[in-house]
């Protein structure tokens, strides 16, 4: 089961080198560990990553006089293995982060 949250974290991003096969050598920035409701998650390991487009019907219809177009902007979506402890189980969470490096909490996979 898939649960969808689009909730504001704090990430902790570091230089990942290539933690997971089958993600051709991605480096840079990623997320190391993140905060959500209170709660610090270490990323065991990232899955995947890729882009996507934002909800930009939801920000349009928020703002007012906003320019539709514009705020049609790709946000990359990082797939983590995360727990909260070490003697926490290890969950999946869709992690993504938007031109203006702010972070959110996408989606949890039970």
Known sequence: ???RYEE???VREGA???LTPGLGGVAGPGPDA???RGRLYVVR???D???ERRPWWRDAREREGSDVLTDARERQVWRVEASAGRS???GVYDLCADRASQ???LRVAD
């Open 1 to 3: 089961m898939v649960r």
């Open 103 to 105: 972070w959110r909490l």
């Open 45 to 47: 390991a990232v899955l």
């Open 16 to 18: 990942r080198e290539d």
């Open 8 to 10: 504001p974290i704090e």
């Open 34 to 36: 993140f905060v959500w």
């Open 49 to 51: 990553r890729w882009q």
């Open 88 to 90: 926490a189980g290890v």
